[in-house]
């Protein structure tokens, strides 16, 4: 029963209801999902070093980390098709297998160039995990516990993606910057020792894999995702960069709804999108994200050059973000099995917009203890509200057989939604458009919406 205790430790779950499988499954998990989550922000704290000791222009240091983000955002929904039709448990532990050796090549790269591709590797490893995670909890957990093992997965993630990178500037300080790569070694090892030795194989589809909706799903997500990535960026090379790969993107997103309507086995039938529920689950996390991400991404900038605060100062207000949101994680899931996924889903994203909304006066006052801090523990407890309910709600609206794709989908429109944000709202505050205020107040709306969202389609998204 060790893996039970294990599981128990960490979740308000009895011992007894947390079986030695389910404690493995939750672990495993919770290491990959952790690894791909903290990684995509543990780089930009080594980039200074990692610059000077390969001798690298900040544009290659820049797509060091987009390269990371550009791949997982390209290869999302493939990953969790392949997830489903060759095995969930299968398709995990190669991700785990791809990601070691990336991060391990990473620590070997002699120049940028060999990092960068080094990195978009272990993108590729990590779009095959990140889907992999919640439909691996999905088949291991009855739907009236569900939504409690979500909150340990999404709590425990959270705060693995809050310290990675303060374990990444510690590494860096004491070591040599490959260390950041290095330290994802051994956790692998454990997770993939767990899910080879202490996970069954799940059935997998009796179908064969959708090669041509795959392609054309990568070219579409890539397309968009790198337009978004260079939208903003100087220069008309970047400039015809950005609109080829937006149009071709959205193209063969076109071409892919088409194939997918006529595929004899496709990848993603569209059935999925008529169901309302679905529907308003991505629509709330497109909102939501679009939100979190924008407000998220300018605030410490806007701390800085405004008010001359460190860069530490500025990174150490998410500490109670995350905290709140780790705490509040396991409980959000546990109300979701109990009442269902409306109300969280309503009242969480309406507490974070107004915490969205009380970041436009916080900053402008400017101090730590009575002004910013506050705010985020605000936005906080309406994330910690909000997100194991909405990855219950992702796995509820999944068609049978499909909660790979499900939640590649999922996990998609949240990173589209980031860089969305990134590039749009950048550019309303470069326009002047009344600065960070007016960026608060916009994330503020869009939550707002989110939370209209999820009042209005989830009503019979309940425990099924």
Known sequence: MAWARVGAAIAPFEVAAVTPLQGRVLTATIIGSSMAFADGSIVTVAIPKMRAALDASLAEMQWVANGYTLVLSA????????????????VYALGIALFAIAS??????????????????QGFGAALMV????????????????????????????????????LGGWLVDHAPW???????????????????RGISDLPAGNSGMDWPGAFLAVVGLGGVALSLTLFGEAGADVRRAT???????????AGFIVWESRAPTPMLPLRFFRDRR???????????????????????????????????EAGSIFLGFTAMLAFLSRFGGAIADRFGVRIPLTVGPAVTAAGFAALAPAVAFGDYWTAIVPTMLLMGVGMGITVAPLSTAVMA?????????????????????????VASLGAIVGE???????????CAAAAAASAVVGFATLGDAQRE
């Open 75 to 90: 290869f999302l929904l493939l990953g969790g098709a392949a997830g489903d039709r060759y095995g969930l448990r299968r």
């Open 104 to 121: 391990f090549a990473c620590a070997l790269s002699a120049d940028s160039t060999a990092l960068i591709l080094a990195r978009a590797a």
């Open 131 to 166: 889907p992999g995670s919640l439909a691996l909890i999905a088949a291991h957990f009855p739907t009236d516990e569900r939504g409690r093992a979500i909150g340990v997965w999404a709590a425990t993630t959270s705060i693995a993606a809050a310290f990675g990178p303060l």
């Open 178 to 196: 490959q260390s950041i790569f290095l330290i994802n070694l051994p956790f692998a090892a454990i997770g993939l020792w767990i899910v080879i």
């Open 243 to 253: 609109i080829v790969s937006g149009i071709g993107g959205l193209a063969a997103l």
């Open 278 to 312: 679905a529907n308003g689950v991505n629509a709330l996390t497109l909102l939501l994200y679009f939100a979190l991400s924008g407000a998220i991404f300018f605030l410490p900038s806007t701390l800085i050059q405004r008010h001359g605060w460190s860069a530490a």
């Open 397 to 421: 609206t999944a068609p049978a057989g499909q909660t790979g794709v499900a939640s590649a989908i999922n996990n998609a429109v949240a990173r589209v939604a980031g860089l969305l944000a």
């Open 432 to 442: 002047g458009f009344g600065g960070f205020s007016a960026l608060a107040l916009i």
